[in-house]
Protein backbone atom coordinates (compact mmCIF):
# COMPACT_ATOMS: atom_id res chain seq x y z
CA UNK A 1 0.00 0.00 0.00
CA UNK A 2 1.41 3.38 -0.60
CA UNK A 3 0.26 6.98 0.24
CA UNK A 4 -2.15 8.79 -1.44
CA UNK A 5 -1.96 11.93 -0.21
CA UNK A 6 -1.99 13.52 3.70
CA UNK A 7 -4.10 16.02 5.87
CA UNK A 8 -3.42 17.81 8.79
CA UNK A 9 -6.78 16.96 11.46
CA UNK A 10 -7.03 19.18 14.48
CA UNK A 11 -7.70 16.25 17.04
CA UNK A 12 -6.32 18.22 20.04
CA UNK A 13 -4.68 14.90 21.30
CA UNK A 14 -1.29 13.06 20.77
CA UNK A 15 -1.75 10.05 18.19
CA UNK A 16 0.31 6.51 19.30
CA UNK A 17 -0.62 4.53 16.41
CA UNK A 18 -2.92 4.31 13.37
CA UNK A 19 -4.30 1.43 11.30
CA UNK A 20 -6.59 1.19 8.51
CA UNK A 21 -10.06 -0.98 9.49
CA UNK A 22 -11.23 -3.62 6.70
CA UNK A 23 -13.89 -0.88 5.62
CA UNK A 24 -11.85 1.35 4.57
CA UNK A 25 -11.94 4.00 7.77
CA UNK A 26 -8.64 5.53 9.54
CA UNK A 27 -8.31 3.85 13.47
CA UNK A 28 -6.37 6.38 15.52
CA UNK A 29 -4.99 5.16 18.90
CA UNK A 30 -4.34 8.00 21.51
CA UNK A 31 -1.28 8.63 23.62
CA UNK A 32 -2.86 9.05 27.16
CA UNK A 33 -3.53 7.01 30.18
CA UNK A 34 -6.30 6.01 29.61
CA UNK A 35 -6.04 6.20 26.16
CA UNK A 36 -9.34 6.19 23.38
CA UNK A 37 -9.75 5.10 19.89
CA UNK A 38 -10.50 7.66 17.09
CA UNK A 39 -12.33 6.25 14.18
CA UNK A 40 -11.87 8.96 11.52
CA UNK A 41 -14.51 8.56 8.38
CA UNK A 42 -15.51 10.74 5.60
CA UNK A 43 -18.01 13.26 6.44
CA UNK A 44 -21.34 12.44 4.44
CA UNK A 45 -21.83 14.02 0.90
CA UNK A 46 -24.71 16.99 1.40
Given at each position: ?Q????????????????V??????????????????L????????
Open positions: KVAGEEVLALGRRIRDVQAPDGAVMALTDETAGKIRLTPAASQ
